[in-house]
């Protein structure tokens, strides 16, 4: 939790020096916001160690196949990813490509999540069938 008040801290100061120097120089308030997402990109870094390492541990525990462990954390990735992508395209003045790479997130992370539904279909038909 402490990571999560750090990052926290880091952006409001960030959008506070960035609105003090933000009418002198652009350029400088510019490489301070992409400094402080580098920042707190770093630190949501260290959230996902100990996520993965649960996933794993219940793969293990629960004999699940690992493709769809795997497929879910892609799809979690391309959310995430398309969600900052959307993020900076609005800040950049462009929202209807903004809408557009979340709608390319959306239809990707369902063309991802085919083999998990076939899967599941599966299971369905073979409970049905042995009723």
Do not use: H
């Amino acid at each position: 939790m402490e990571l999560f008040w750090k990052a926290i801290s880091v952006s409001l100061l960030t959008v506070i020096l960035g609105f003090l120097a933000g009418k002198q120089d652009k350029m400088f308030t510019m490489v301070l916001s992409v400094s402080g997402c580098i920042l707190i990109c770093g630190i949501t870094a260290a959230y996902f160690t100990p996520i993965i390492r649960f996933l794993r541990a219940l793969e293990d525990l629960g004999n699940l196949r690992s493709d769809m462990l795997e497929i879910l954390l892609k799809a979690v990735g391309i959310g995430l990813v398309s969600e900052i992508a959307s993020v900076v395209c609005s800040d950049g003045g462009n929202a209807g490509l903004a809408k557009m790479i979340q709608l390319v997130g959306s239809v990707v992370i369902l063309w991802l999540s085919i083999p998990v539904f076939q899967a599941l279909m599966d299971l369905i038909q073979t409970i049905l069938g042995a009723l």
